[in-house]
Structure formats: structure tokens, C-alpha cells
């Protein structure tokens, strides 16, 4: 049976960490209970031995959570939300109330995702199928500055699926397949991977996916429309080994999404139907030997591409939208590379891990739209972002452990005119284990963001839609870069062998203080008063500096597991405010706590479990109100919704597994905080609800020359 257990976490390429339900009975819990990460330092460790707030999502979570979006993988990740609409396919993340124009380093294969188009929207979004991701580290906050500019908020790299997703090291080549429909009112998605080992230097992926849904119902039973849509995405990915301990890895990323959308309601407003092409191209060189402590590095070199065609379908003719047939385009095309190496060495009793590097990358903005205003509010322009890194890793037997760094960044803009500058941030972190499995840490950790082109450069008026509609957008020249200074207290705890044989224990606790120098946020200026022109319009939007905001708050992610059964549960709680007038800022998301609870039965065979999110209101006092424009909330306050989830997967084989989901169990009617679509003759932003209950059948199917495996499943 253990061979049969084996192969089953093989075929969902498990490298799972601990807060995942896998496959396996107590005795083979051990070794698969922590995940490694190199997200909080560019060094290889255990996501739990990280003085960070890490966390990570492995394949067999993303089995079980059979996503139809990619915020749907995230369940359970304190500190993580998002903005979206039901009739865009694209993600926006927010971290810890930061979010928008690269505050939150997104990197899909090491490759920066800077695609941002300015709407009723968020204003930083990416396109991805979840049916082409292996994994997920998140680190939270500026911890993790040396990954590149701008990140104060935190950073989300995702892998696409690889050949080990797909065949084990002994094995040359292998299918894996899955197929997936839904309710709600339909659904329906399949996905397949070839991977191929010609020579034992030589791997080779290719592979696509298919998704189609259709309009969905909220709790309530209404059909809402636009909310539809298709995606086709496809996958090549080489690793060539040329020589001992080097690795080149080439990869494309191609994906295409379909999709309408406008206001949904009244059936009269604007929609577009909306043609978006990804792209995502990358070379990566990595080497490591086990014997080499002078070199151990990883260049990435890499170029994406998102272009985004709209063609307007209905709706009357206006001077923002054009009239029907008119089309706009929004493209933005990012190139850049990151270098870095880890030399490791001793002095005294002191184990060193020396990490530098450097990285740049350069973002051109390019908005056509003829008969609109598309092209005023997303200006067209560039930016080019560097800098370089040295820090300084060090362990003095198994209690203390030390982290410092340095970083340099500079940035150009440019957009008619330009403006530069540079900084040095640093960061500072101390770990002590005075007892084994509990390990407390304190850091200190700057991140500098320079301002987007949008920021920058956005200009142009708003076309009358009602009252208090046609303001006019003013762009800032003299917008100062923002420096996040981030003070965060930690817990990380690890035991093992607590109540049985092969159960175990993880958990990670933290409170921080991030206080943000120069906070870039829109603000109103009133008409006939600083850049603001008198006469027809009520007033102007500039993005401005805040002199300084604060944000702080608490994350929690603890996690047991006992082989036959497992539980865990997770929360946050952020606020953010303007630290001169105390005015709430208006992207911090509201409080949750997430649960998850599961058993493994028939010898580790089937897996049940049952996913509970409690989310809390957002109040209208905990929104900030810019009375110029509408004298109520700038979003519309939300209630509290709770959400229940339930998951059956059932592997009679080495080499299928059927699932079935129920995402929304209880059919709650809801709209998370910044879900919202602009209300009609000139009212504020309306909330935008989300599905009621979806169910979900899957099979996963893995094809592949593991003879012995074929041998067991000719023999039942």
C-alpha cells in the first residue's frame, strides 16, 4: 500500500507544505509535511524556518481547491485578498492593504507582470489559468526587498506547471490529464500535459488548457451578465543540463482570454468584448553543486507581454467610450533579467550564506484609443527600474540565526517629460530557537516604490454621466517615490511526534507596522483651487503624496495534522490610515479567519474535507469619504458573509482521481469589499456579487511508462 500511496502524491507532483490534505496515511506524514521555498531569502529552507511571513500552496492543494479563478488557490493565506469583478478574468492581489501599480511584486517563472489599465477596476491586474500553476509562495510585506523595486506590499511568485508535475525521475515520459465540469450554470474546463525525458540531461513539457463558463447566478438567483468567458492557454518548457550542477531552463507561456464586460446592469450600458493575449517568455541558467560554496547562482532573463483589445458592442455613443464598433487597446510590454549568487562560508562558529545580485526591468505603455479616453487616463509612456542587492545570511549553532541586507534602486520615467530618483533600503532580522520547534524572530525591512507612468502622467476629463461625473484627472510631475518602513515581531513553531507517532505541528504568528513615506493615493481637488481650472466641472483627481500613511495588523496560520485526520486555521486583521488626519485608507480589506478540517479514508484512498471563511463587514466608517465626489463612501460599505466549501476526492488507482466539489455551500448572497461596478446616473460604485453555490466533478488521469505501476493495475 505504501508503493500504491506513493505513486498517488507522485501523480499530483506533491512537494506539498504541511497545511495541505494530502494522500497519505500517518506513516509517511513525515516527509511530507514542510515545503521548501526560497521566496523569503533566495536561499533554499522550509517554509516554517523562515523569519518571514511565508506561505505556499502545492500541488495537491490545488488539486483539491479545483479552482475556476486564481484567487481561488489562495484559501487559507492570511494577509492576502483581492479586487476583481465577475465579468474580468483578471487578478488583482492585494497584501496587507497595499495593492495596485507593482506594491505587490508579482512573477509568474521569475517573469514581473506589470500589466495596468486605469477603470472601474483595479489599477495593477495579471491574466492566468490557475489549470497552469504547480505552486505558489507568498511572502508578505518588504521582507523579501531583494527580489526587486516596489515591492512594499509583498511578493507572489507563481511556477507553471514542469515536467516533474508530470513524471517521476525514473520515468521518460507521461500524460497528465484532467477534466472538470460545473454548475452555475455551466462550466466546464480540461487541461493536458506531455512531458518527455529523452536523455537523463534532457526534459520537455508541452501542454494546454480550456476553460469556458457561462454567465453566473449570485445567491439570490440572479443571472448575472457578462460574467461568462473562455480561456485557451498553452505551455513549452526545456531543461538541458549541459554539465554537472548547471541547468538551463527555457519556457513560452501563451494564453488567450474571451470575455465581455460593462456595467451589468442597466442592460442598456456600455459593453466590450474584450480579446486579451498573455505572453511570457523566459531563459533561466542555475547552477549549484553541493561542493561549491563559492558559486551557486540563477540568471533569469525574461520578456511578457499583456495586450488587451476592446471592441465596443453596445451602450450609447459617448466621448469616453466611442461609439459601437469602435475598438481601443491597451498594451503593456515588460523585458527585464535578475542575477544573483550565494557564496556560503564560516568564521568562528558562524555559518554564512552570502547572497548578491542585481536586476532591471523596463515597462512601455502603449494605449490607442481614437474615439475615447482610454489613452488619457492609462498615458502612454515608460519606466525603467534597477538595482542591487547584498545580504548576509548568517546561523550560529541551531539557536541563532542573523539577516542583513542592503539594496540600491533607481528609476527613470518618462511620458513627454521624466523624473528619476534612487535609494538605499536596508534590513535587518533576528531569529533565536530557545527551545526546540519555537523560534522567535523581530525584523526591520525597508522597500521603495517608484511612481507608475499612470501615476505620473494621467490627465484629461471625464466625460459627464451624471452629476458629479465630469471631473477632470490631473497628472503630478512632482510625485516623490514611496519608502515602506516595515517593523514586524514573529513566531514560528514546529513540532513533531506531540500526541502519536508521525503527527505534527506547524504554525506561524506575526504582528507588524508598516509606515509608508510619501503614500501615493488619489485626492480631490476642489475647482479653481491649485492645478484645478474653474468652470464646468465640480472638481479634479490627482494621484498626490500623503505625507505618511500607517498600516498595521496580525496574520496567523496554525496547522496540525494526525495522518487519518488534519485541521487548520488561519487570520488576519489589517488597518491603514493616513497618519495626519487619521482618515482610513481605502484598499485595506476586511478581517477573516479561514478553517479547514479533513479525513483520509480507505487507506489513505479518499479525502474529505470542509473549508469554512468567515469574512467581516467593512463599515462605512472604516471607508474614507471624499465628499467632492459623491458625499457618500468611496466604495460601498459590505456586510459579513460566511462561505463553506466540502471536498471529496477519491484515487482507486496509482493513476486517477475523481473529485467533487461544492464551492458556496450554503448559497450565501455576498460581495467581497472592492468587489464593484460604477453605478448609473452619476451614483456611486454598486457592489458586484459574487456566485452562489457551484458543484464541481473532476477526473485527474495520469498516463505514463512506470511498468510497475501498469503491472499493479493489471493485477486488481
Not at 157 to 179: C, K, M
Not at 283 to 306: Q, S
Request: charged share 15%; net charge negative.
Amino acid at each position: 500500500m505504501a508503493g500504491t500511496t506513493t505513486r498517488i502524491l507522485a501523480l499530483l507532483g506533491t512537494t506539498t507544505s504541511f497545511a495541505v490534505a494530502s494522500a497519505a496515511p500517518a506513516s509517511a506524514q513525515t516527509i511530507l509535511l514542510d515545503a521548501i521555498t526560497i521566496i523569503a531569502s533566495k536561499t533554499q529552507e522550509l517554509a516554517i524556518d523562515a523569519l518571514a511571513p511565508v506561505s505556499t500552496v502545492r500541488a495537491d492543494q490545488i488539486q483539491q481547491l479545483q479552482a475556476n479563478r486564481t484567487s481561488d488557490l489562495f484559501f487559507g493565506i492570511p494577509g492576502v485578498n483581492f479586487q476583481q469583478r465577475g465579468d474580468d478574468p483578471a487578478t488583482a492581489i492585494n497584501i496587507r492593504g497595499l495593492q495596485d501599480f507593482g506594491r505587490v511584486a508579482v512573477l509568474i517563472d521569475g517573469a514581473r507582470q506589470n500589466f495596468q489599465r486605469t477603470g472601474h477596476n483595479a489599477d495593477g491586474q495579471f491574466y492566468i489559468d490557475p489549470a497552469m500553476i504547480g505552486g505558489i509562495d507568498v511572502v508578505r510585506g518588504p521582507a523579501s526587498n531583494i527580489y526587486g523595486s516596489g515591492a512594499i506590499g509583498g511578493v507572489v511568485q507563481f511556477r507553471t506547471r514542469d515536467v516533474e508535475d508530470v513524471i517521476a525521475p525514473h520515468q521518460q515520459w507521461g500524460v497528465l490529464s484532467n477534466y472538470e465540469i460545473g454548475s452555475n450554470t455551466f462550466r466546464a474546463s480540461t487541461s493536458h500535459f506531455i512531458a518527455s525525458r529523452p536523455t537523463a540531461n534532457l526534459d520537455i513539457l508541452f501542454g494546454g488548457s480550456f476553460r469556458d463558463n457561462n454567465n453566473y447566478k449570485d445567491g439570490n438567483g440572479t443571472e448575472w451578465q457578462n460574467t461568462g468567458n473562455t480561456n485557451f492557454s498553452g505551455i513549452w518548457k526545456t531543461t538541458f543540463r549541459p554539465a554537472d550542477g548547471h541547468e538551463i531552463k527555457t519556457s513560452i507561456l501563451h494564453s488567450v482570454f474571451n470575455h465581455l464586460n460593462g456595467v451589468p446592469i442597466p442592460a442598456t450600458s456600455t459593453v466590450f468584448d474584450n480579446n486579451v493575449n498573455t505572453t511570457t517568455m523566459n531563459v533561466r541558467w542555475r547552477y549549484g553543486r553541493p561542493d561549491d560554496d563559492l558559486l551557486h547562482f540563477d540568471i533569469n532573463a525574461y520578456y511578457n507581454r499583456t495586450d488587451v483589445n476592446m471592441l465596443k458592442v453596445a451602450g450609447t455613443a459617448s466621448a469616453a467610450t466611442g461609439a459601437i464598433g469602435d475598438r481601443r487597446s491597451f498594451v503593456v510590454d515588460t523585458a527585464g533579467f535578475d542575477a544573483n549568487n550565494t557564496s556560503r562560508f564560516q568564521t568562528g562558529g558562524l555559518r554564512h550564506a552570502f547572497t548578491y545580485g542585481f536586476d532591471l526591468f523596463h515597462d512601455q505603455v502603449n494605449v490607442t484609443d481614437p474615439n475615447g479616453t482610454g489613452d488619457l487616463f492609462t498615458p502612454n509612456g515608460s519606466r525603467t527600474v534597477g538595482g542591487g542587492f547584498a545580504q548576509l545570511k548568517s546561523n550560529y549553532s541551531s539557536w541563532l540565526e542573523l539577516i542583513s541586507a542592503l539594496r540600491y534602486d533607481r528609476y527613470d520615467l518618462s511620458g513627454g517629460t521624466g523624473s528619476s530618483g534612487d535609494r538605499l533600503s536596508p534590513k535587518f532580522t533576528i531569529g533565536v530557537t530557545p527551545v526546540e520547534g519555537i523560534q522567535p524572530y523581530v525584523s526591520y525591512a525597508e522597500g521603495y516604490r517608484a511612481p507608475a507612468v499612470t501615476e505620473a502622467f494621467v490627465t484629461g476629463q471625464h466625460p459627464f454621466f451624471g452629476p458629479g461625473s465630469n471631473f477632470i484627472f490631473l497628472p503630478n510631475l512632482a510625485l516623490r517615490p514611496e519608502t515602506g518602513k516595515n517593523k514586524e515581531a514573529g513566531l514560528n513553531l514546529k513540532h513533531d511526534n506531540i500526541f502519536q507517532s508521525g503527527d505534527a505541528f506547524r504554525g506561524k504568528v506575526n504582528v507588524y507596522r508598516n509606515d509608508v513615506a510619501n503614500y501615493i493615493d488619489q485626492a480631490t481637488v476642489a475647482t479653481g483651487t491649485g492645478a484645478c481650472p474653474a468652470g464646468g466641472h465640480p472638481f479634479c483627481i490627482q494621484y498626490q503624496n500623503v505625507q505618511e500613511a500607517q498600516l498595521e495588523g496580525a496574520e496567523f496560520e496554525v496547522n496540525y495534522d494526525a495522518g487519518l485526520w488534519f485541521a487548520g486555521v488561519s487570520g488576519s486583521r489589517v488597518r491603514g490610515v493616513n497618519s495626519l488626519d487619521g482618515t482610513p485608507l481605502l484598499k485595506i480589506p476586511a478581517d477573516q479567519i479561514a478553517t479547514t478540517f479533513g479525513v483520509r479514508m480507505l487507506h489513505g484512498k479518499m479525502l474529505v474535507s470542509v473549508r469554512w471563511a468567515a469574512i467581516s463587514a467593512k463599515d462605512a466608517s472604516d471607508i474614507p469619504n471624499s465628499a467632492l465626489i459623491t458625499g457618500s463612501p468611496d466604495l460601498p460599505p459590505t456586510g459579513s458573509y460566511n462561505l463553506v466549501d466540502l471536498y471529496l476526492g477519491y484515487a482507486p488507482t496509482p493513476n486517477a482521481i475523481w473529485s467533487l466539489s461544492v464551492d458556496n455551500l450554503l448559497n450565501e448572497q455576498y460581495a467581497p469589499y472592492g468587489q464593484v461596478y460604477p453605478g448609473s446616473g452619476g451614483a456611486g460604485a454598486q457592489t458586484f456579487p459574487s456566485a452562489g453555490t457551484i458543484v464541481k466533478a473532476g477526473l485527474t488521469v495520469k498516463f505514463n511508462n512506470d511498468v510497475g505501476a501498469w503491472q499493479a493495475l493489471a493485477a486488481r
